[in-house]
């Protein structure tokens, strides 16, 4: 089996190296990743400049391929640059933080997975749901987060999530045009209650600009808001992790509405056809 790791949180990410080790024991382990952390670029590509590829050395001594590209970008050059279209598996991450519900729409993590399926191999992204602590600017010096701060990473927990799953797609192997989306709560192995098959829940962001003037007076914006989700619907990926379920969504990329294509129909029925430009 040849499996091809990508990430968006970049190639030196802990989280793709424990991922990476851990899948080593299904069969050869491709890793390319972008050479810096790409998080929140969407299923996005590079057309505007040329895209490099490095062989580089990982801190556990593994070799590995750095690119200056998005996650979309290294699941292409992997497919025909590095592994020649010869890929069984695609899998993206572990993403330090949660893809749930509406996340999707902005993450390189489950854009990797996007792009495999696209190139029409089985894949999935998989997650840890761990809640970003950020720094906190303190006087007299950068931020940073104290040792108390530091947020325990169950990495383990997913990666062993991540085998379980390839294992499964190895004998059941996923339809044309559907990825998996996997979460996982920042939990020790032994403390996972199972997994659960997951529909995606409603999670956003409100109050979403925050306005600032910088000391030469000029406005500028800063993009927060504070998280709004909807624990309280079971089925979905959202209620699953948030009471200690593994979560996995199957995910198809097409995504018409198809329940509006009758009425729209109708609609468009009793439209005036405009011809006159008026």
Known sequence: MRILVTNDDGVYAEGIRVLAERLRSLGEVFIVAPDRPRSATGHSITLHKPLRLHRVHLPDG??????????????????????????????????????????????????????????????????????????????????????????????????????????????????????????????????????????????????RIESRVDPAGRPYYWLSGSLVEERDQPGTDVYAVAHGYVSITPIHLDFTAYELMEPMQEWLSKLRLITDGV
């Open 62 to 207: 593994s070799i590995a391929y750095a690119t200056n590209g998005t996650p979309t970008d290294c699941v292409t050059l992997g497919v025909h640059a590095v592994l020649n279209h010869k890929v069984d598996l695609v899998v993206s991450g572990i993403n330090a933080g949660p893809n749930l519900g509406w996340d999707l729409t902005y993450s390189g993590t489950i854009a990797a997975a996007i792009e495999g399926a696209i190139h029409g191999i089985s894949a999935f992204a998989i997650s840890l749901a761990a809640e970003e602590v950020l720094p906190v600017a303190r006087s007299g010096g950068a931020a940073e987060l104290s040792p108390s701060e530091q947020p325990v990473l169950y990495y383990e927990t997913a990666a062993l999530a991540a085998l379980n799953i390839a294992r499964l797609l190895q004998e059941h192997p996923l339809p044309e045009h559907t990825f998996l989306n996997v979460n996982v709560p920042n939990l020790p192995p032994n403390e996972i209650k199972g997994y659960q098959i997951t529909a995606l829940g409603k999670r956003q962001y409100a109050d």
